[in-house]
């Protein structure tokens, strides 16, 4: 169809009659609603392109009796010049016709065909997420049909999905607020993307819109064999209808149907998995990071059968980092989690999957190394073989290594500290009993503070370090303590170690140490924290 031609079909006589009858009668908004699970009257945005689809849906509401709060969003990804321009003139003008206001959003697009619709659809889909928050919907309807779902079914059919990508498009889908990577939702609320013509065939919709009168824009780009999803829809669907029983196409949408309700009933078996607070965040994370990624029981993993461990393991990771986790990623991580092996598999964009015995821990990108704590220098003069210098270094002797320039930090009694990643260690006397409650948390810790120096030291694990943790026997190595407690090696020069002289009284955010534990005999507290800053 000629782009430039708005009006290609004269109204029939009896217009009227069949929109208030038929298509665009006042009712037809409720049907369409209720079967996306929306109320009628739910403020929403409406992705405008131009094409028959949105177009009719817009009538549609535009029909509604009572009309819903609608807010109308065209984005130009400004790939095929004047055509562009024309389809945002279009959608202005049909706009203001309708009485609906609208925002034309532009974005800026590489041409490159590689990964082409992707990067459209996660433009698309931002622009239309931040003009809901906007407008304080919580809903953005989109105009996709039938034939929509059909070409992404044999599209994932073709390339070889998961049983749960042998469906088309859903009716409704939930995006959570953006969590770091999240491009698709980069808002700070929930959103549902909603087809309310997910039931129409795409003949219907062009049917109803000509029997109106009603004008849209042909995209030429959908003639183009460059595009694969043309490719189905154009040679595809109907060589399949030609070659098969008249009724092929309902079939196969029916098959769809059927794997939906399969992955519903999966469902239930796995959406109870989420990921928890990340463990001993605080210990080796800044503030930026505190929230990102989590941890979860492996023992909740590890009972699932292997296709129900794929589609739970995909969804989490794609939950935690905004992204679907490639397909060997997805195999590493799930011969691991299966052959009950410990270790850590590289996800994207720096994120890593950390498997312990017990638990599983999705890490996000961290920082520079040594950003939180600084470590102590390796050697200096006046420090006898096997000592630590626990405060400022002196200088270096000629001769020696050079010092490592990151000295350990001093925490006056009382006082506070503030790392450079923005935590913060502080420290206060309490003048309770040893019989007195205790806090119960990682990240607030007493002891007893008989025979303190005035000063502490915090510093960075270092090589022949060891610790006798609070409930062990005796001592050990503290790099053993710390992978035993789950911390991945690439995080543990982040770790803050609090010291009095030789004493290595706390691993900050983790554990106390054993001979500063509270008992009856003890008469002073101290109390020390880490915090968030």
Do not use: K
């Not at 997910?198 to 064999?225: C, K, T």
């Not at 149907?257 to 210990?283: C, K, M």
């Amino acid at each position: 169809m000629d782009r430039d031609r708005q009006l290609p079909f004269p109204p029939p006589a009896d217009a009227a009659r069949t929109d208030a009858r038929g298509a665009f009668a006042p009712q037809r908004w409720a049907t369409l609603a209720h079967g996306v699970g929306l109320a009628p009257e739910e403020p929403l945005v409406l992705a405008l392109s131009g094409g028959a689809d949105s177009v009719f849906l817009l009538h549609v509401l535009a029909a509604a009796r009572p009309r819903p709060r609608v807010f109308l969003v065209h984005v130009d990804h400004g790939l095929r010049g004047s055509e562009s321009d024309g389809d945002a003139a279009f959608c202005t003008e049909l706009a203001h016709a309708a009485g609906f206001p609208i925002e034309v959003v532009r974005v800026d697009l590489d041409p490159a065909p590689s990964d082409l619709e992707q990067r459209a659809r996660v433009a698309r889909y931002a622009a239309l997420a931040r003009a809901a928050e906007r407008l304080g919907a919580a809903a953005i309807a989109t105009g996709h049909h039938a034939d929509d779902s059909l070409e992404t079914l044999l599209l994932r059919w073709t390339r070889g999905a998961q049983l749960g990508g042998f469906r088309g498009v859903p009716a409704r889908t939930v995006l959570a607020p953006s969590r770091g990577a999240d491009a698709l939702n980069p808002t700070r609320t929930w959103l549902r993307i909603v087809r309310p013509l997910h039931a129409l065939r795409r003949e219907e919709v062009r049917e109803a819109l000509r029997a109106a009168g009603h004008a849209w824009r042909e995209d030429s780009s959908n003639a183009s064999a460059l595009h694969s999803r043309n490719r189905v829809r154009h040679a595809l669907l109907p060589a399949l209808r030609a070659a098969c029983a008249p009724d092929a196409l309902a079939n196969l949408a029916e098959f769809a149907r059927s794997v939906e309700d399969l992955e519903a009933a999966f469902a239930r078996t796995t959406a109870e998995l989420a990921w928890g607070p990340p463990r001993y965040a605080s210990a080796r994370r800044g503030p930026a990071e505190l929230a990102l990624g989590g941890s979860l029981e492996r023992a909740r993993l590890a009972r699932l059968p292997e296709p129900l461990l794929r589609r739970a393991f995909v969804r989490l990771v794609a939950e935690g980092t905004g992204r679907m986790p490639r397909r060997a990623a997805q195999d590493r991580a799930l011969a691991a989690l299966q052959g009950g092996r410990t270790g850590e598999v590289p996800l994207h964009g720096g994120w890593m999957l950390a498997l312990r015995s017990d638990w599983v821990h999705l890490d996000p990108p961290r920082g520079p190394a040594g950003a939180g704590v600084h470590a102590m220098p390796r050697r200096a003069r006046n420090v006898r073989a096997g000592e630590r210098q626990l405060l400022l270094p002196f200088e270096d002797a000629p001769g020696d290594e050079p010092a490592d320039p990151r000295p350990a930090l001093a925490l006056a009694l009382p006082g506070a500290l503030r790392l450079a990643d923005g935590r913060v260690l502080s420290a206060e006397f309490v003048d309770l009993a040893g019989t007195a409650d205790l806090p119960r948390g990682t990240d607030c810790v007493e002891l007893d503070a008989s025979g303190l120096p005035p000063v502490l030291a915090v510093r960075a694990p270092l090589p022949g370090d060891r610790f006798h943790p609070l409930g062990a026997p005796g001592s050990r190595p503290l790099t053993r303590f710390l992978r035993d407690a789950g911390l991945p090696r690439r995080d543990r020069d982040r770790v803050a170690l609090v010291y009095a002289a030789e004493e290595l009284l706390w691993v900050a955010g983790i554990r106390p140490a054993e001979p500063r534990r509270v008992g009856p005999a003890t008469r002073r507290r101290l109390r020390l924290s880490l915090t968030a800053g």
